[in-house]
């Protein structure tokens, strides 16, 4: 870790961040809208992926993709920010862009405004300016986003996004992994108390 911080941990560094699962933690507001759609166990751990994976054990693939558009739309209220990501944004505040895509509205379901529901959640939580967010509809765009944010530093939780063949070479993928499930030889961090 000491030497990729030597290498980025700049002041003149441009830090790309993706928002969901990055920035924000959904695993509280997975947990009660599921139980609210009484889909399972009280038992489960209140972890979204937790969630996940117990629905497409039962073959309920639909559910998860509908669930996703509710929390995503309506309780955003109820996401958090990752514990110590304040303190790293705020160090970093100025250089810092969060990149992320979504689609406009969820795939199936109910058409609420997902990219308007982030923005919120964003003003509420963060002081970050507009001209520092940026929602791309593709993975493609928010790749391309990436290069023209000129981002020295790129950090997300998917490591499809940091292994993409379109990915600059400019930038350095760092890989958001509080499971520690990272077996592709990414530079990875559990926490932002880690980063920090």
């Known amino acids: 870790m000491a030497l990729m911080e030597k290498r980025w941990l700049k002041q003149s560094s441009i830090i790309g961040i993706d928002f969901d699962n990055t920035i924000v933690n959904y695993d509280k507001a997975f947990y009660k809208a599921a139980r609210e759609w009484q889909i399972i166990p009280e038992s489960l751990p209140q ?3 937790a969630v996940r994976n117990y629905l497409h054990r039962r073959n309920e693939g639909e559910v998860w993709t509908k669930l996703q558009g509710y929390v995503y739309g309506t309780l955003m ?3 958090e920010l990752f514990l110590g990501c304040g303190d790293f944004l705020t160090r970093y505040r100025e250089k810092i862009f969060v990149i992320s895509h979504k689609t406009v509205h969820p795939i199936i379901g ?3 405004n997902l990219h308007a529901a982030a923005r ?7 002081s970050l300016k507009n001209s520092q967010i940026f929602f791309e509809t593709t993975i493609e765009e928010k790749i391309k986003r990436i290069q023209l944010s000129q981002c020295d530093v790129f950090i997300d939780d998917l490591p499809e996004i940091l292994l993409h063949p379109q990915f600059p070479k400019s930038a350095i993928p760092l890989l958001f992994d509080p499971e520690k499930g990272n077996a592709l030889h990414l530079q990875s961090f559990s ?3 880690e980063l920090c």
């Open 191 to 193: 926490s932002w108390k």
């Open 77 to 79: 209220d109820e996401a």
């Open 47 to 49: 972890a979204k992926l």
């Open 120 to 126: 919120a959640w964003i003003e509420t939580h963060l």
């Open 110 to 112: 109910p058409r609420w």
